[in-house]
């Protein structure tokens, strides 16, 4: 039966979004769409699989005509480069509040004078008043009353996500679900226990794993609703970290961090094989971030990683991602220039989407003439040349009496750099990709 319906392969990145379909006689076509376009569609993927089908804007995608949708996204991954996750309250065991800061006192870059520490995912901490032994006696039972308390304080102040994290809980379970229950009871719409989203020993890797999957499964979830119900009955998968498929509505934060890059490492495996190569460095620069993976033969896979600045224990590819790519806004913040690590996105953009966006790579890449060709709809390629565009863009360059849309919070240099940002901003993102 499937044989006789459409199957979908979908990659939504964070600039753009790349849909594969294969027709029921067995031919495929593929399509490109920013990956928001408020003014268009609600959700890119959704767009373009009725494109495809031929159906009109709001009609409902049914299992009588799709078989199925497989799906890697880069939300969850870009949500943690950019820090745009949910607010999140962590809960652990009192005298615990600062364990997930101290961490293991790593110092990677050991002569660096000034240590820059990676922004903290959660927002606010409550200790509860409990302690269990290593081998499962009760120190301090759980002061309940206590704990509901400060769970309501930080509801009431907007906070709807929590991550808890008791000593010893990984293996003795009882006060995790408790506050689990807790939290439930005053209205947190998110609730992760690390002893069922990283349950094994080692205090600060089961705290920051659970922390991650509180903050960005809220915003995985609406993704993957806003999906589904657009498709209703239509078989839903979504890509992991780890390279293999889940069912949409089992999947979670922690194993989305790599959901894009995964797929891409996927079939970059497959097509050297198919050129008979089996050795392949891999470099996915996309709109918003890039991956650089290596196969040698078989796909490597790392339990304990860190990505963004963020250490967390589950099963993901082995790349390296840094927020890099063709939509990395450009800054000038007084005495240098530099390249993101926030994205202009799909929405509004690079400045010369003509969408109100801030300067980006694409910008002065389109500047410099760079690009051959230039689609006059965003997301709609078209073979038109980008004289216009650019000769409208470079004319509003900075000059001393003309500043152009910096991003917010930075400065406008006083020289002319039409010249200069493109090999400074190919620079930086060289140096992030292999250094930073």
Same mark, same amino acid.
């Given at each position: 039966m499937d044989g006789k319906l459409w199957q979908f392969w979908i990659d939504r990145g964070g600039t753009f979004t790349d849909v594969v379909g294969k027709r029921p006689d067995g031919r495929l076509v593929t399509l490109k769409l920013?990956?928001?376009?408020?003014?268009?569609?609600?959700?890119?993927?959704?767009?373009g699989i009725r494109h495809l089908l031929g159906l009109k804007t709001g009609e409902p995608v049914t299992p009588d005509r799709v078989a199925c949708?497989?799906?890697? =996204?880069?939300?969850?991954?870009?949500? %943690?480069?950019?820090?745009? /996750?949910?607010?999140?309250?962590?809960?652990t065991t009192r005298g615990f509040r600062d364990a997930l800061r101290i961490a293991y006192q790593n110092r990677p870059r050991i002569f660096d004078r000034n240590i820059v520490l990676p922004e903290l995912l959660y927002s606010a901490v409550v200790e509860a008043h409990e302690r269990v032994?290593?081998?499962?006696?009760?120190?301090?039972?759980?002061?309940?009353?206590?704990?509901?308390?400060?769970?309501?304080?930080?509801?009431?102040?907007?906070?709807?996500?929590?991550?808890?994290?008791?000593?010893? /809980?990984?293996?003795?379970?009882?006060?995790?679900?408790?506050?689990?229950? %807790?939290?439930? =009871?005053?209205?947190?719409?998110?609730?992760?226990?690390?002893?069922e989203t990283s349950p094994m020993m080692k205090f600060v890797s089961r705290g920051d794993t659970t922390v991650v999957d509180a903050y960005l499964s809220p915003i995985l979830r609406r993704y993957v609703e806003q999906v589904a119900d657009e498709m209703p009955g239509v078989k839903l998968f979504f890509m992991q970290s780890s390279g293999g498929l889940t069912d949409a509505h089992v999947f979670q934060g922690k194993d989305a961090i790599l959901s894009g890059p995964a797929g891409g490492i996927v079939g970059m495996a497959r097509t050297a094989a198919v050129a008979g190569i089996e050795k392949v460095i891999g470099f996915d620069m996309g709109g918003t971030s890039t991956d650089v993976s290596h196969y040698a033969g078989e796909l490597e896979r790392e339990f304990e990683t860190q990505v963004a600045g963020v250490r967390m224990r589950a099963p993901m590819m082995s790349i390296h991602t840094v927020a890099a790519g063709g939509g990395s806004l450009l800054a000038f913040d007084g005495s240098r220039f530099r390249v993101g690590p926030q994205s202009a996105g799909a929405n509004p953009g690079p400045a010369s989407?003509?969408? /109100? /966006?801030?300067?980006?790579?694409?910008?002065?890449? %389109?500047? !410099?003439?760079?690009?051959?060709?230039?689609?006059? !709809?965003?997301?709609?390629?078209q073979k038109t040349s980008p004289k216009a565009l650019s000769t409208s863009l470079c004319s509003k360059w900075p000059t001393p009496s003309r500043k152009f849309p910096w991003p917010a919070g930075t400065t406008s240099p006083a020289t002319p750099c039409n010249a200069l940002v493109v090999p400074v901003a190919s620079t930086l993102v060289w140096w992030r990709t292999h250094w930073a």
């Open positions: 920013l990956s928001e376009n408020p003014e268009q569609y609600k959700d890119a993927a959704v767009a949708v497989k799906m890697g =996204t880069t939300v969850a991954t870009n949500a %943690l480069l950019e820090r745009k /996750g949910e607010p999140t309250l962590l809960v032994g290593a081998h499962g006696d009760v120190v301090q039972a759980l002061d309940e009353a206590l704990l509901e308390d400060a769970l309501r304080t930080y509801y009431q102040q907007g906070l709807r996500s929590v991550a808890i994290i008791f000593m010893h /809980g990984y293996r003795y379970t009882a006060h995790e679900r408790v506050a689990a229950r %807790l939290a439930r =009871t005053v209205g947190y719409t998110q609730v992760s226990t690390s002893y989407y003509r969408r /109100g /966006g801030a300067l980006a790579v694409t910008d002065a890449n %389109l500047c !410099k003439s760079n690009l051959r060709r230039w689609p006059s !709809k965003p997301g709609v390629p």
